[in-house]
């Protein structure tokens, strides 16, 4: 999405991405979930949001964000990559509305791809909650909320409130 507000933002932007604030557990927009399967890799992932905190594997060495979660940096390839706090602020980078009934009575809901204000390009499959699917936009201001299920806290996105007009 070249010449998108988003992948325009400077650097200096997106550094004030500001300390993570704990996401709201939310309810869950799909009657079933797939659950990941167990990887000592990807657990931190599936469990960070049990204190409302969206965490991402970060390289020490060269504070490159790495997600999908691997070994090692794909920048610089230090072996120094540990999960660490995100802001939970993102955009929407991409999304489409499901509206196949997978299992019954599911009503439609969107699946998206944000962008993390941390870093260009790091983005995240994940839903949009919170408002009707006809509602979301690209480059739509988001934050983190999480699901919790089976144990695990699954990250999805609400929208941005806009500001008061003054």
Do not use: K
């Amino acid at each position: 999405m070249s010449g998108s507000p988003s992948a325009e933002r400077s650097v200096a932007e997106r550094s004030v991405a500001g300390p993570p604030v704990p996401g709201p557990i939310v309810p869950d927009v799909l009657l079933e979930r797939a659950l990941p399967v167990p990887d000592p890799l990807t657990d931190f992932f599936w469990r960070s949001g049990q204190d409302g905190l969206l965490r991402l594997m970060r390289c020490a060495d060269c504070g490159y964000y790495v997600h999908p979660p691997s070994l090692p940096c794909p920048r610089c390839l230090s072996a120094a990559v540990r999960p660490e706090p995100v802001s939970g602020r993102a955009v929407v980078h991409s999304c489409t509305v499901n509206v196949q009934e997978w299992t019954p009575g599911q009503p439609p809901y969107v699946i998206a791809v944000v962008e993390l204000v941390e870093q260009p390009g790091l983005r995240l499959t994940t839903n949009i909650v919170g408002c009707p699917p006809e509602q979301v936009r690209i480059d739509q201001p988001v934050r983190v909320a999480f699901v919790p299920r089976d144990g695990l806290h699954f990250p999805v996105f609400t929208p941005v409130p806009a500001a008061p007009v003054t």
